[in-house]
């Protein structure tokens, strides 16, 4: 494995001494890259799949259901924020794997944390945490992932990725919901013990959980119960009745519609209100409410710090708990290390899930949320220590090279470009959206939206939807001000282009 890395990162070493140090970022923080080597821009040499992505489209195929698949990648040249496919195309890429490439590919100090003996034994020897973690385990979760807990939660539980973090999550709000109902006893009785195993109540509690309409959280059965994005996701799978609430749907420019925009605050909260009354009056009480702090697949839908302090407040006041999942918007992409540190909210939520940037799957808890007895949260691997030891490596470069003012001025460079094509191209786009770099825009159509994603991949941007009509960028940290002109370049040219 040590000889693998070395032959990896020998490369990227060659083209460090070319440009005068080692220590790249340190060298490099105030240049136009963070990453030595990496490309000045795009390069497109075939239609984009090409015939080597078809091919092996073709052969996956034939194994499994791979209609989903854009492109292949070829990671050993691909590198910073440039993708490079298997038929040699350069890639900007300002989607990193759906929002999970928090310094781009190939970054060095990542690579060199494979050169540690120790390092290649835990990836080597992976343990079931739940039951035989490896002694360095509790000073890792102290080092790394409290480190930067959302302020005031000081208890984690880690997994495999988002939609078991959510998964796990309910569990635990369902399991701190009952243990109150029983008056903090954490004995049960026969009749519960009983019952549960042929899923019947006491022992299976009728309970729900409150989302909302456009919501993404997962695709495990239970997360899938409130996941409202798209319809491919849920049909024909059995789901709970839950309650499900309107998430504000915005006008924009949002300075020029402040009243509208208040008015929608407060139509989606009494909602919210009326929603927990119905479901206690039909005798599924909401013991949760699980909410993104930016709608990501349902098309980058934002609410005002207000929308979630009152959500907060009205979840308190029912006696149920806040769920913020940060698996999209976690880790660094809207300028701070949490969305929900931009809203001023009456202390922390009372869980906070996360994977993606964050490497490894898992949630920030209140003590509270932790069950009495073991198991009761529990699978073989309960995340994995060779992505904690990527995360450490991710967060020392972070404060190292002051990425997330980095991810500021990026994103105000972004937005600033995005908001002029909305005055400049009316017709194709509008209603530009975000925070930091975690950015959208909205076009008339889906076979608009659709066609622009398409022609800047022609152009070398690889870029995505969500929603029905919006393009979202999720690029790498480690977008600078240059990559950001890149890109409005070439949206710009793919936008004059469009009849």
């Not at 490896?134 to 790394?144: I, N, Q, S, Y």
């Amino acid at each position: 494995m040590a000889q693998i890395c070395k032959k990896l990162i020998s490369p990227l070493k060659k083209i460090n001494r070319l440009n005068g140090s080692v220590q790249v970022t340190h060298t490099l923080r105030a240049a136009s890259t963070l990453v030595a080597g990496e490309p000045e821009g795009p390069t497109v040499k075939t239609d984009i799949p090409g015939p080597k992505s078809r091919q092996l489209v073709a052969e996956l195929n034939a194994l499994q259901q791979a209609g989903a698949v854009q492109l292949f990648a070829d990671y050993d040249h691909s590198l910073g924020n440039y993708l490079v496919d298997v038929d040699g195309n350069v890639l900007l890429d300002v989607y990193t794997q759906i929002s999970s490439m928090p310094l781009g590919y190939n970054h060095p100090e990542l690579l060199q944390r494979l050169n540690d003996p120790h390092n290649i034994k835990t990836i080597v020897n992976r343990p079931a945490l739940g039951v035989f973690p490896g002694a360095d385990w509790p000073a890792k979760l102290r080092d790394v992932l409290l480190q930067v807990a959302p302020p005031g939660l000081k208890h984690v539980t880690t997994m495999m990725c988002g939609s078991c973090s959510n998964e796990n999550a309910l569990k635990n709000i369902f399991i701190w919901y009952q243990h109150k109902q029983r008056g903090g006893s954490s004995d049960f009785s026969r009749e519960e013990t009983e019952s549960c195993m042929v899923n019947q109540s006491p022992g299976s509690p009728s309970l729900s959980v409150m989302s909302f309409w456009g919501a993404f959280h997962g695709r495990t059965l239970g997360a899938l119960s409130t996941t409202h994005s798209k319809y491919i996701h849920k049909i024909d799978i059995p789901a709970f009745d839950w309650p499900i609430a309107s998430f504000p749907q915005y006008r924009y420019p949002l300075e020029e519609n402040k009243r509208e925009n208040d008015a929608e605050d407060k139509r989606c909260l009494a909602e919210v209100e009326d929603l927990f009354a119905q479901f206690s009056k039909k005798g599924s009480p909401v013991a949760g409410v699980i909410v993104e702090p930016i709608q990501s697949e349902g098309g980058d839908n934002e609410a005002s710090p207000y929308f979630f302090q009152e959500l907060q407040r009205i979840a308190k006041k029912n006696g149920a708990a806040l769920l913020m999942d940060e698996v999209q918007t976690g880790g660094g992409p809207t300028g701070k290390m949490w969305c929900h540190e931009h809203f001023n909210l009456d202390g922390p939520p009372d869980v906070v899930t996360f994977s993606k940037k964050m490497q490894l799957g898992g949630y920030y808890h209140k003590p509270d949320f932790k069950p009495p007895q073991p198991y009761r949260v529990f699978n073989t691997w309960m995340g994995d220590p060779s992505k904690l030891l990527l995360l450490q490596g991710v967060l020392e470069v972070i404060r190292r090279d002051a990425l997330l003012d980095l991810v500021q001025k990026s994103g105000e460079k972004l937005l600033t470009g995005l908001r002029s094509f909305e005055r400049e191209f009316p017709q194709l786009v509008h209603s530009a959206r975000g925070r930091g770099t975690f950015l959208a825009i909205t076009c008339p159509s889906t076979k608009l939206r659709d066609d622009l994603v398409a022609r800047l991949k022609k152009k070398g941007v690889q870029t995505g939807g969500c929603g029905e009509l919006s393009v979202r960028l999720r690029p790498a940290l480690i977008f600078t001000p240059k990559h950001a002109d890149i890109f409005l370049d070439k949206f710009r040219q793919v936008l004059k282009e469009t009849k």
